[in-house]
């Protein structure tokens, strides 16, 4: 394992982060405790130190094992949780990016994990009831009381984490110092505005999702395939979105680089997200089994060729809209004759 800075921070992490959704088995999928112990170590013995999970993850569970699979030796790993998400449905502001949610969400994170301090705390969702200036300030506030290092966020949109940021450098707050999206070959249009953004920004992405949910890995052939023990209506729904026939085609394209590379599928599809040029890229790799876990950890050995990462970008290729789809129409227009040979481009 490697290390890649934090953003522009100093922050040392793993070039991959272990994500822990799967730890606990409330949600009806996920690993029992000795299996996410066996998961963590994994990770560790390969030497990961960047670990990811959040408050709502398995109602609180996956931070408890957390916790306690970190438990005397805190100082060697970096720490990420999250908060904006409810653990009270009924409450109205058990939720949301507010300060009144930052300040008892942290709390109970780090009471469940055993620990004073976070290295990053993520919001986890973009909230459109909180003045971006109230979760900044919160969020300084919160690194200057010592219970988080640094801040990041999750799933929100371009301008926002922009406008934050911008906020934040005026004021003299602390800045967002990663980004964490779906991305991989499945799930490309972060790439019209959040990873450019990120990458002006100088912000660190931790993209999730890098497997398509399991789509990848090429265990589905068919669109009516459903996950093993589908027994909920939640689960039809996972599958009507994810084993589509663009991923299954997708998935081809990455089963036939595997074979050309003599790897597997899933360590193919998180070599193209490393090797992406969107700034430091730490894509975040879970697993139900020990097994799944070394398979991923795999992926720190290949480094795909430019045929191989022309035919996966030809599968799965998307629309860039409008205005990036102009901007490169009018670009003649623009420049006349003279872009090829102008150096420095951004």
Not at 194 to 210: D, I, N, S, Y
Not at 234 to 248: F, G, I, Q, S
Not at 268 to 294: D, N, S
Request: aromatic share 8%; proline share 5%; net charge neutral.
């Amino acid at each position: 394992m490697r290390y890649k800075l934090l953003g522009n921070s100093g922050l040392r992490v793993s070039e991959l982060c272990l994500g822990t959704m799967t730890f606990g088995e409330e949600w009806g999928f996920g690993a029992a405790k000795e299996e996410s112990r066996r998961i963590f170590e994994a990770f560790v013995d390969a030497g990961g130190n960047f670990v990811d999970t959040a408050n709502l993850y398995t109602g609180g569970t996956s931070e408890r094992y957390v916790g306690e699979f970190v438990k005397g030796r805190r100082e060697r790993f970096v720490l990420a949780t999250k908060y904006t998400m409810t653990m009270s449905p009924d409450d109205p502001n058990a939720g949301g990016n507010h300060r009144k949610n930052l300040v008892q969400s942290l709390e109970a994170s780090l009471a469940r994990l055993g620990t004073d301090y976070v290295d990053l705390l993520w919001v986890h969702a973009h909230d459109v009831l909180t003045p971006v200036e109230e979760t900044m300030r919160a969020l300084d506030d919160a690194v200057r009381a010592g219970k988080v290092l640094y801040v990041g966020i999750s799933d929100t949109p371009a301008w926002v984490v922009s406008q934050a940021n911008t906020l934040a450098g005026s004021r003299g707050w602390t800045p967002f110092a990663a980004l964490q999206v779906q991305y991989g070959l499945s799930e490309r249009t972060p790439e019209r505005d959040l990873l450019p953004m990120a990458r002006a920004l100088g912000l660190a992405v931790t993209p999730w999702g890098v497997l398509g949910g399991g789509v990848l890995t090429g265990k589905y052939k068919s669109p009516k395939d459903r996950p093993a023990g589908a027994r909920f209506a939640r689960d039809d729904k996972w599958a009507e979105t994810n084993v589509t026939e663009r991923n299954l085609r997708i998935a081809e394209a990455a089963g036939a680089v595997a074979r050309d590379t003599g790897k597997t599928a899933s360590q193919v599809a998180l070599a193209w997200v490393r090797q992406q040029p969107f700034g430091p890229v730490i894509p975040i790799v879970g697993a139900r089994t020990e097994a799944q876990m070394k398979d991923n950890l795999e992926c720190l050995g290949l480094a795909l060729g430019p045929s191989h990462l022309a035919a996966l970008d030809a599968a799965s290729m998307v629309d860039m809209g409008f205005p990036h789809d102009f901007l490169l129409q009018a670009r003649q227009s623009i420049y006349g004759n003279t872009f090829p040979r102008i150096d420095g481009r951004r």
